[in-house]
């Protein structure tokens, strides 16, 4: 029995498959198309690198070698990056009740179920899927608290927020290559 289960968000609470062209779109009519770009690419470079990071190293790397200086992508990030990412999943999406039930069974086999996200705004988005943020344990977004999956810190920062010990505890995840990365540190990897 699992003592804590971590449930990614984006891909695995509810289904993504069309998203990024919807977000596309989106920045093409915002006139930021070349800004999340740089945001999509930066953030695969600092998780590839499974260092300690946070939200200002994502800024400060999207900042280098651009016209956007840091204080002007984390204003972009926080007033229209997660916003319209809100707004996308309220209008589109609604939560994997199959997932949802995953969650619940192991929650009523006394673990502790939490979402660890590779984003922010981790309750505004649950909401926005229909989904009770109540029901977790902990919301988590690994830039909080301390790098970008699959850095090894991340998923032991996890377990150390709920008590538990890395090798009694599990991921849900789609992307073996993010979310598989807490086997890293003894947890258990589990494919949604």
Known sequence: ???????????????????????????LKSGCLLLLGKERRTRRKIAAS????SYETLFAEISKGSCYSVDKVRKWYYNWYMPT?????????TIDSSVL???EDFKSKGAKIA????YGCVREKLVALGAKPEMFDALLD???IGGYKPCPGVFLAACAALGADPSRCAVV?????????????????IKK
């Not at 499974?50 to 990071?53: L, M, T, V």
């Not at 990412?85 to 999406?93: A, D, G, N, Q, S």
């Open 1 to 27: 029995m699992y003592e804590a289960v971590f449930f990614d968000l984006d891909g695995t609470l509810y289904d993504k498959k069309g998203m990024p062209a919807k977000f596309i779109w989106a920045a």
């Open 101 to 103: 039930a995953m969650a």
């Open 115 to 118: 979402v660890l996200s590779d």
């Open 85 to 93: 990412m809100i707004h996308l999943l309220e209008k589109y999406r």
């Open 173 to 189: 995840g789609d992307r073996p290559e993010t979310d598989g990365g807490c086997v890293e540190v003894g947890m258990t990897y």
């Open 50 to 53: 499974k260092k300690p990071a």
């Open 142 to 144: 690994s830039p909080s």
